[in-house]
């Protein structure tokens, strides 16, 4: 069935230091791709999003990339501030207008 | 998550009863959803809604029940036939359908003692 991984499920990071997570889908039909922040207690939010007709998408400190024939898609945050310690999930859209979740990130970064 | 409110943000509940999660959202969108949220896991599926009066199972629909009467409006009623409910819920709505991002409420606390 649909599925998406995400790895790793734990990150540890110094302040300053650049951070990956990476994601893997199944459905070859999935186009768009968000990416979301969740601090403890509170809704996600989305930080970033990428569709499938680009390959790269940068905001400030945080860029997404795609590769569409791998199925993989990654999150990047450069200069990490402990701010942005946090979990992280990625998704990826399915026929009906869902979206599928990986199982997030715990991101710490450490001063 | 401003446009979107969910209450209560804690609940407790007593095994054999069911209880009503309320989720408004005042962004006009098309599309609402409901979201379970178990520690150390993503968000699993529960049910969606793309227009007023219709809605479909998601992933884990069992044990749990929807209406979608208003646009503004998702109620999500956990039942006593499901489990395990004691989760972290999660309400979101999309504005065009299904096919923009999805925006998050700030959740419900769900406890079962």
């Known amino acids: 069935g649909e599925n998406v991984e995400q790895h790793p499920s734990t990150l540890s990071v110094q302040e300053g230091d650049s951070a990956v997570i990476k994601c893997t889908y199944s459905d070859s039909a999935s186009n768009y791709f968000p990416w979301y922040k969740q601090e403890l207690g509170k809704g996600p939010q989305l930080i970033i999003d990428i569709r499938s007709n680009v390959g790269e998408k940068k905001d400030q400190r945080i860029a997404v990339t795609l590769n569409k024939t791998a199925k993989h898609f990654s999150l990047h945050i450069t200069e990490t501030q402990p701010e942005d310690s946090a979990v992280y999930f990625c998704?990826?859209?399915?026929?009906?207008?869902?979206?599928?979740f990986g199982q997030g990130t715990e991101l710490s970064v450490k001063p | 998550d401003g446009g979107i409110t969910q209450s209560p943000k804690y609940l407790f509940r007593k095994e054999g009863q069911n209880v009503t999660l309320s989720c408004e959202q005042n962004?006009?969108?098309?599309?609402m959803y409901w979201y379970r949220q178990d520690p150390g896991q993503g968000l699993r599926l529960i049910y969606y809604?793309?227009?007023?009066?219709?809605?479909q199972k998601g992933d884990i629909a069992e044990g749990y029940s929807v209406s979608r009467e208003k646009k503004e409006s998702f109620p999500l009623t956990v039942t006593s036939a499901q489990k395990n409910p004691t989760a972290f819920y999660l309400c979101?709505?999309?504005?065009?359908?299904?096919?923009?991002?999805?925006?998050f409420g700030p959740g419900t606390r769900l406890t079962v003692l």
């Open positions: 979101a709505t999309t504005m065009d359908r299904g096919r923009g991002e999805q925006f």
């Open positions: 998704a990826a859209s399915v026929q009906g207008g869902k979206l599928i």
């Open positions: 809604s793309q227009i007023v009066n219709d809605f």
């Open positions: 962004l006009n969108h098309d599309a």
